[in-house]
């Protein structure tokens, strides 16, 4: 059986969903605890993954800031209801939102039954060792109603599979717990624009027993992030594919998006996270908080986190930015 090491880090505030009527299907925002303000345990501070997220959450946000001011103000208007995290056994997307300082609402699987999806959410699903098949396609006609949908790891067979028959697969081969080389493949689709611009080779950590993403329909499915070495050690080069579907959209990434750890593969990778910050012409004051942190973490670590951070971040506000068009 599959072994996934289960981080130890808890929120001191997460929204969840609450009092939900089982027999009929409510809007969130009449069933949730309004907490606008998601904050983190001062504890996470200490781990080194965490500090690179919060170091990474700022990053990301100064980067879209310099790309566009009104970026900020898309941000700014993003609320609890926009973004839903349902909770999964190993991966923590709801962390990575913290990080960002992002307003969120966790529910479970059996919590999204309940829930009135609307078009111009995005849905993350963490991965999970299983799903209802009934919450799947419900994921399916949210997405084909304008939805955005990102998923990870597991879910590919247990919800992509389900609710998306026909457009990838699990290969069942799994992997081993190590670190990959990705590229870019699609440099014209703007959620991935923070890969664009790395200074070294960007890498990507398979977790042991993550599954490899079989592409079934080349025509629809897009690979924006591949790795040589993926391919040839697992024989499916996608870490993260996309596809449309009716009006909204699927994301799937092989691993996780939170990361617990992370390994350097070249020299660059192992110096000071200054030298990336220097990479993404971001600099920090001198009496930020954050400046301790970066002394205190590698480039590599940084990178790791960063990509995942600004994957998301751009998801949310292209999702945005595609309803305020509408």
């Not at 001191?12 to 609450?18: E, I, Q």
């Not at 345990?41 to 993954?49: E, I, Y």
């Not at 993003?78 to 609402?105: A, C, K, Q, W």
């Not at 940084?302 to 999702?319: C, D, G, K, W, Y």
Request: net charge negative; glycine share 4%; proline share 3%.
């Amino acid at each position: 059986m599959k072994a996934k090491t289960l981080p130890t880090l808890t929120l001191t505030a997460c929204l969840f969903l609450l009092n939900v009527d089982s027999q009929a299907q409510v809007p969130l925002s009449n069933n949730i605890l309004q907490m606008s303000n998601v904050t983190i345990n001062d504890s996470l501070q200490s781990n080194p993954m965490q500090s690179a997220y919060e170091v990474s959450g700022y990053m990301v946000k100064e980067r879209l800031l310099s790309e566009d001011k009104e970026n900020i103000k898309i941000i700014d208007d993003i609320s609890e209801n926009d973004l839903i995290v349902v909770n999964g056994t190993y991966d923590h997307m709801h962390l990575v939102l913290s990080s960002l300082r992002l307003p969120f609402i966790r529910i479970s699987q059996h919590q999204l039954k309940d829930v009135k999806l609307e078009p111009h959410q995005t849905v993350f699903v963490n991965c999970a060792t299983n799903f209802p098949e009934d919450q799947a396609r419900k994921l399916a006609t949210f997405v084909a109603q304008g939805g955005q949908l990102i998923t990870s790891d597991w879910a590919l067979k247990n919800v992509l599979e389900v609710g998306f028959p026909g457009y990838v697969s699990f290969n069942e081969k799994l992997t081993a717990d190590e670190v990959v080389r990705v590229e870019v493949m699609d440099k014209d689709d703007p959620v991935i624009n923070g890969f664009l611009d790395e200074k070294t080779a960007p890498v990507w950590w398979l977790e042991g027993s993550s599954y490899p993403i079989k592409v079934l329909n080349k025509d629809k499915v897009k690979v924006l992030i591949r790795s040589n070495e993926l391919k040839d050690k697992y024989g499916e080069e996608a870490v993260l594919i996309k596809f449309n579907h009716g009006k909204g959209v699927v994301y799937h990434m092989i691993s996780h998006f939170y990361l617990q750890r992370t390994e350097t593969k070249d020299a660059k990778q192992k110096t000071n996270a200054n030298a990336y910050m220097l990479d993404k012409n971001i600099s920090i004051s001198e009496d930020s908080v954050l400046k301790g942190q970066i002394e205190n973490l590698d480039y590599g670590t940084v990178q790791s986190a960063n990509t995942s951070s600004e994957f998301i971040m751009r998801a949310v506000v292209n999702q945005k930015k595609k309803n305020s068009k509408e």
